[in-house]
């Protein structure tokens, strides 16, 4: 199945051939760029609209073999010269404004998350490394069909107006066909045992597989990406014979395991404030502070509410607690399981209590792989 490329690689895309052309003076039809996934991204340039003083082009949005409504839209980039000695990236139309908190970006900036900024930031230096140019300049990425696709996405709940979100943490696509996802599951996991280990760390995606590596030294390569078949990637496990499962996720899609969910997509269940709310009641929290996480559009600011009410850590341990319990029902007793929960703003949120002899194990792992 063929990559697609995120919205964030084509906004880099055409913010590196703008500052390339307008800092240069040439005109540029392709430009390469390299992802975080470390796959370089050939794109072409369209529409190019050259000044004295700025530059702007588009690249055009590919899904690859997983085509979502933002396929086939065309990415802007417009570049000027600014007299800060930065490089400053803001949101044109058709891209997204940030009015709520716990989102990756702050309340009034553009919703072009933190790798998407990284990527253009990277890019554009390039650029400017390879000219000798060290001064500024301002970069605006703009999607003109942006206002109207955001209708059908999740941005007006979750408190994003006005347009899309340029988003992407590894810069690609990747085919989500339910049945290539489970087959590589099954292929990761068997050689692993293959490769003598009893006990494995899963993780639904590359933030998680990321804060495993960050925090505790173990390296994402020798972790299986799960995706959201948590029930799917357990009943694998159980059947290659492996004895312990570690299960590292942010809070917003393990939540939903806490309520006996096994496949977290958001197109099958969203039942994470009902969730919090529930065990926040149970913790007996103010109802007034109930409501309150009852009506967040994220669990991160769901997490900053419950964090002044002084009753996070109670909450979250019996939550991890309660997954695990889902989770080891679904192995039917054949597998121990461990889990650690996260957010972003706030780190480590809890893990089960058995989950520290886990860094024994991966530090003695990443020991041995030296």
């Not at 709520?100 to 998350?113: C, E, F, K, M, V």
């Not at 696709?149 to 006005?162: A, E």
């Not at 709310?277 to 669990?299: G, H, M, N, R, Y």
């Not at 957010?343 to 949120?349: R, V, Y």
Request: contains cysteine.
């Amino acid at each position: 199945m063929r990559y697609g490329f995120t919205t964030g690689s084509c906004a880099a895309a055409a913010a590196k051939a703008s500052a390339y052309m307008l800092l240069t003076g040439k005109i540029k039809t392709e430009i390469t760029i390299e992802t975080p996934k470390g796959i370089n991204y050939q794109a072409k340039i369209l529409d190019i609209s050259r000044k004295e003083n700025e530059v702007s082009c588009a690249v055009e949005k590919d899904g690859g073999d997983d085509p979502d409504i933002t396929t086939g839209i065309w990415i802007y980039a417009k570049v000027s010269y600014s007299e800060d000695i930065k490089i400053i990236i803001d949101g044109g139309i058709g891209v997204g404004r940030v009015t709520r908190p716990g989102l990756d970006q702050p309340i009034g900036s553009a919703a072009i998350n933190h790798v998407p900024r990284e990527m253009i930031k990277k890019e554009v230096e390039e650029v400017c490394r390879a000219t000798d140019y060290n001064r500024g300049l301002k970069i605006e990425i703009s999607v003109p069909e942006g206002e109207r696709l955001s209708k059908n996405t999740y941005n007006p709940r979750l408190g994003i107006v006005g347009g899309i979100s340029i988003l992407g943490t590894s810069g690609i696509v990747e085919p989500m066909s339910s049945q290539a996802l489970l087959d590589t599951i099954w292929v990761e996991l068997r050689q692993r045992k293959e490769s003598g280990y009893d006990y494995v760390a899963v993780s639904p995606g590359n933030y998680g597989l990321n804060f495993m590596r960050k925090n505790y030294g173990y390296d994402l390569d020798r972790s299986v990406k799960c995706s959201n078949f948590i029930g799917e990637t357990i009943d694998m496990a159980v059947k290659l014979d492996f004895q312990n499962m570690l299960l590292t996720g942010h809070i917003g899609k393990l939540i939903k395991i806490a309520g006996g969910i096994m496949n977290t997509h958001s197109k099958e269940s969203d039942c994470r404030m009902e969730l919090l709310t529930a065990f926040s009641i149970k913790e007996q929290v103010d109802c007034q502070q109930a409501l309150k996480v009852l009506e967040c559009a994220t669990t991160e600011e769901a997490i900053s509410i419950l964090k002044e009410t002084e009753k996070l850590q109670p909450i979250m341990d019996r939550i991890v607690e309660r997954i695990r319990y889902y989770m080891e029902k679904r192995a039917q007793g054949k597998l121990n399981i461990d889990c650690i929960l996260y957010s972003n703003e706030f780190g480590e949120l809890a893990k089960t209590r058995e989950a520290k002899e886990w860094f024994i194990l991966l530090e003695q792992e990443q020991v041995q792989s030296i």
